[in-house]
T-cell receptor, first 117, second 111 residues
């Protein structure tokens, strides 16, 4: 089954304790991205990756790190989590469609609900 | 001004009616436009994509794009209670991978 998986699905942690949220896709997609979703603020892009070893900042990258060492995996790292990073996080991946591959129709993972105390 | 703005809602329509969802964007170089549906507690799922001016129809859904007016809309015909969800408008700028979402419009279809 084609899917994007995230782990863990739920996480409660404390300020300053490093954590990693994993994301994996089995569709051989080049493009992957991380979002956070907060009430009233919609989905905001944190980081995205166009391919292995190619990453770039989205709209809200502060406090987050990513890496893309393999095509299928795109982990999100919070080195020193703070309460304002309490949120619902989504990973997404997409193939590129269109004659020049410009377009991204994204498939989303199930989400990770993170609480930082 | 937000980069992508949607009518704030909530929007309520009776079953069988047409639901109209609107979205405007500020970046003129935006090239691809998407509508995602998100049920409460679930992840967004793609329902429509549109890349060129005009209308695109898929079943009960029609997306409309007007790049000159920087406007994209979604029409849902014969609305069903199962269409009750939050609809997210998303805009991509070229091939750079940067995606910007609107805050969403919550639609309720009443039986």
């Amino acid at each position: 089954e084609a899917q994007v998986t995230q782990n863990p699905r739920y996480l409660i942690t404390v300020t300053g304790k490093k954590l990693t949220v994993t994301c994996s896709q089995n569709m051989n997609h080049e493009y992957m991205s991380w979002y956070r979703q907060d009430p009233g603020l919609g989905l905001r892009q944190i980081y995205y990756s166009m391919n292995v070893e190619v990453t770039d900042k989205g709209d809200v990258p502060e406090g987050y790190k990513v890496s893309r060492k393999e095509k299928r995996n795109f982990p999100l790292i919070l080195e020193s989590p703070s309460p304002n990073q309490t949120s619902l996080y989504f990973c997404a991946s997409s193939f590129r469609v269109g004659l020049d591959g410009r377009y991204h129709e994204q498939f989303f993972g199930p989400g990770t609900r993170l609480t930082v105390l | 001004q937000k980069e992508v703005e949607q009518n704030s809602g909530p929007l309520s329509v009776p079953e069988g009616a047409i639901a109209s969802l609107n979205c405007t964007y500020s970046d003129r170089v935006s090239q691809s436009f998407f509508w995602y549906r998100q049920y409460s507690g679930k992840s967004p799922e793609l329902i429509m994509s549109i890349y060129s001016n005009g209308d695109k129809e898929d079943g009960r859904f029609t997306a409309q794009l007007n790049k000159a007016s920087q406007y994209v809309s979604l029409l849902i015909r014969d609305s069903q209670p199962s269409d009750s969800a939050t609809y997210l408008c998303a805009v991509n700028s070229g091939g750079a991978g940067k995606s910007t979402f609107g805050d969403g419009t919550t639609l309720t279809v009443k039986p």
